[in-house]
């Protein structure tokens, strides 16, 4: 087993990954950038390297530095988490060349995977269905003849992507060069590679995807699927197991279709193979592999009993996984809502700012993983996702009404968030007859912010009030609470 | 002591243990059973109601059962965002880089074409006309960093 590991990410997954560390009694290293020097993640490993500006490519994209700072604390193994470098090939190559493990699939699967017009081929080959569309084309012209031959709409999307980023729908071919545009420079970005790829766009469809994970020894197993259709900007924020949409015919055919898609690329560690699925005709296809692990595995682990962190880092380390397929079986119902810095009545766009505060619920069969607290930046550098937030009930009734009560008792402020309109769309008849597909909060779900009650009202009235009251009678009061109302009476600006 | 938050007013007059709260033509009594850190524990006409609430400048965020607020403390003289009919600025929404200046000054635009484009978070925001008019002053270049609210673009619908 390992005795130390790098974790070469930050945020919540980071620290996700430290505490599995921690279990199993093996040392951690945390990684970071000048943007994160006081965040949580550093402050959580047992220690914590510097890699340079808050830029990625500077820092948490750096392959060079993190390879350096693994040598340096003389870690015997690297988690790449997701996002950033987990699917990246020349990182768990360059990883394999420092005599380090890579936690996660050998770098053939990730390239062959990774490359979506690779991943299709092979796909094929093996007998997954997929979606119509085209592969290593490169032109403006090509895709929009391209785009003529399936018919709009189309999604062009990162060859090298996940997560939804450098993705973009094109609708009409005048908008297909600033599409191209944006999508290119978002992959670039995110993924340090600009190819992108055109298939048709399934308005209807429900985005259903399945967990699988495997050993070094030919062992490989599905742990059934997550429904993942509640997304805004083809980014889910809200998942669930299970899918109130399968039967459990489909769902042993899907089942089957991921695992005979992993084999095909000889898989090992976790992964997730997702299908768009169109309820109406009970189709699914092969929409792409992600080869890590992904950020909504809390809920697999919830109904299936078992910590996946723990197992990728027992089966990097060359452990055979010991449960057959027939081990496993879904138990009740878990949900899981990200709580993102970001203003859904806003176009969802981003907020930033310091968080004032940031009080998690509490309760049995609630989990939250989040990498910030009270006092915590969140900087424009990195995705503004602040926490997890994932609960388990006997039944899909029971998880939703749990995370409900659980969702009202989570403050954040400092900046916007997404509570309300999770709640709302939580307590909405379609998302609770599971007919929400990926397109719904754009087309269907007519969200508005509501009015600030009376009481509300009075509450910040009175804060001010005392505030006010304060100044006269204490005016060098010594609050333990730096960012509370009552402290701040001589730094109010208006 | 009348306080306002965007439009709503209100009004607290101390009032034995606590105050009369005057908002419209509503009426409450409410007191203050505990106050620390941020957290309100009050008896909103006799009604238990835990609010949290924390200052930044003039902003407020309110919390009660679940349902947070983010509102503006105003003294009185609303800020105009526009700049009335006939001239507008356009403001970052949010820090960010300027990735791409798609018009120059003089330019004529329509309602909804892309002026520029602002990277945040690894996403683009385009900064749209809000009508038809022309591009009087551009304020910002390419690569360059710009804060929250600061203006971008300056523009005549004439």
């Not at chain 1, 939804?164 to 670039?188: D, F, P, Q, Y």
């Not at chain 2, 009004?11 to 034995?16: A, E, F, M, R, V």
Request: hydrophobic letters at 40%; one cysteine or more; glycine letters at 8%.
């Amino acid at each position: 087993m390992f005795k130390k590991i790098l974790i070469a990410n930050r945020g919540e997954i980071a620290i996700r990954i430290m505490r599995a560390c921690k279990e199993l009694g093996i040392r951690t290293v945390a990684v970071y950038s000048e943007a994160d020097k006081n965040s949580l993640h550093a402050q959580f490993a047992d220690e914590a390297i510097l890699l340079g500006a808050a830029a990625p490519k500077e820092s948490y994209l750096n392959i060079d530095k993190i390879i350096a700072a693994a040598k340096q604390t003389d870690a015997d193994a690297i988690h790449p988490g997701y996002g950033f470098l987990s699917e990246n090939a020349s990182f768990a190559t360059a990883v394999d060349s420092a005599k380090l493990a890579f936690i996660g699939p050998s770098a053939d699967s990730i390239r062959a995977m990774g490359d979506k017009a690779e991943s299709k081929i092979s796909m094929k080959k093996a007998g997954v269905p997929t979606v119509p569309g085209f592969e290593e084309i490169e032109s403006e012209n090509d895709f929009k003849k391209a785009a003529k031959e399936i018919g709009y709409p189309v999604l062009v999307k990162a060859a090298a992507g996940g997560g939804g980023k450098g993705m973009r729908i094109v609708n009409a071919e005048n908008e297909m060069k600033e599409s191209l545009e944006a999508a290119r420079h978002e992959a670039l970005n995110a993924f340090g590679d600009d190819r992108l790829l055109i298939e048709k766009y399934l308005p209807n469809a429900h985005h259903i995807e399945f967990q699988v994970f495997g050993d070094k020894h030919g062992n490989l197993v599905h742990l059934f699927e997550r429904e993942c259709s509640v997304q805004r900007r083809h980014q889910k924020i809200i998942e669930e197991t299970p899918s109130p949409l399968l039967s459990p015919e489909l769902r042993e055919q899907m089942g089957r279709a991921a695992v005979t898609a992993a084999k095909a690329v000889g898989y090992h560690n976790a992964g997730t193979v997702e299908f768009v699925f169109d309820p109406s005709l009970s189709t699914f296809y092969f929409l792409e592999m992600n080869t890590r692990l992904q950020v909504e595995h809390p809920v697999t682990e919830f109904v299936v009993g078992l910590d996946l962190v723990q197992w990728q880092i027992r089966v990097a380390a060359g452990e055979k996984f010991p449960f057959p397929q027939k081990d496993f079986s879904q138990r009740g119902h878990a949900i899981e809502c990200r709580v993102y810095a970001e203003d859904p009545a806003n176009g969802f766009l981003p907020s930033t700012g310091k968080l004032l505060q940031f009080i998690e619920p509490r309760g049995p069969n609630i989990r939250v993983d989040s990498g910030f607290a009270a006092g915590s930046e969140v900087t424009h550098f990195y995705d503004p996702l602040l926490a997890k937030l994932i609960v388990y009930g006997e039944n899909r009734e029971a998880a939703i009404q749990r995370m409900q009560a659980a969702l009202r008792e989570f403050v954040v402020h400092g900046v916007t968030t997404n509570i309300d309109f999770m709640q709302a769309v939580l307590s909405h008849p379609d998302f609770q007859n599971g007919e929400v597909t990926t397109r719904w909060v754009e087309t269907k779900f007519n969200w508005k912010p509501t009015e600030p009650s009376f009481e509300t009202l009075i509450a910040a009235a009175l804060a001010d009030q005392t505030i006010a009251n304060r100044k006269t009678q204490n005016a060098n009061s010594n609050e333990p609470d730096p960012y509370s109302p009552w402290k701040v009476a001589s730094g109010f600006r208006n | 002591m009348k306080t306002t938050f965007d439009e709503n007013a209100i009004d607290l007059t101390p009032s034995g243990k606590g105050y009369i709260a005057t908002i419209g033509d509503k009426t409450v009594s409410v007191e203050i059973v505990h106050a620390e850190n941020g957290k309100l524990d009050l008896l909103i006409d006799g009604n238990h109601v835990i609010a949290y609430v924390s200052s930044d400048g003039a902003k407020r965020w309110a919390t009660i059962n679940g349902q947070t607020f983010l509102l503006t403390r105003s003294s009185g003289t609303r800020r105009s965002g526009a700049g009335g009919e006939h001239a507008s600025e356009l403001a970052a929404p949010m820090p960010g880089q300027v990735r791409s200046v798609n018009v120059s000054e003089g330019e004529a635009v329509s309602k909804g074409q892309t002026l520029l484009v602002l990277e945040a978070m690894k996403m683009e925001i385009r900064i749209q006309a809000p009508r038809d008019g022309v591009v009087k002053e551009l304020l910002v270049k390419v690569g360059q960093t710009v804060e929250r609210e600061q203006i971008l673009v300056k523009m005549d619908h004439g």
